[in-house]
Nanobody
Framework: LKLVESGGDSVQAGGSLRLSCAAS????????MGWFRQAPGKERVGVAI???????SYADSVKGRFTISRDNAKNTLYLQLNSLKPEDSAMYYC????????????WGQGTQVTVSS
């Protein structure tokens, strides 16, 4: 599955962004999808996961501010980022995991989010 992110930008604290991830190359609805982020000098961490079926999950640091969604008809994953904080600044990656496989082995190239105070 090929993944291409877009929507990253530089915003002021308190602002909003909407990230998108376009998928192609396989049956999108067979994949759990997730957003991860990596800040300079830090490990990549999960932000939000939306499985093919089941419960959406969020990192505690973004609960109530970020919303993940998917449109299986458009093969697209979204992440709505509200009330952004400087600590949300990072490279955001879209990832896919086939529902029969436990590994996140499909990754996009990333889109940069920078939040200034």
């Amino acid at each position: 599955l090929k993944l291409v992110e877009s929507g990253g930008d530089s915003v002021q604290a308190g602002g909003s962004l909407r990230l998108s991830c376009a998928a192609s190359g396989d049956t999108y609805s067979n994949y759990d999808m997730g957003w991860f982020r990596q800040a300079p000098g830090k490990e990549r961490v999960g932000v939000a996961i939306i499985p093919t079926g089941g419960i959406i999950s969020y990192a505690d640091s973004v609960k109530g501010r970020f919303t993940i969604s998917r449109d299986n008809a458009k093969n697209t994953l979204y992440l709505q980022l509200n009330s952004l904080k400087p600590e949300d600044s990072a490279m955001y990656y879209c990832a896919a995991r086939h529902f029969l496989i436990a590994t996140w082995d499909n990754w996009g190239q990333g889109t940069q989010v920078t939040v200034s105070s």
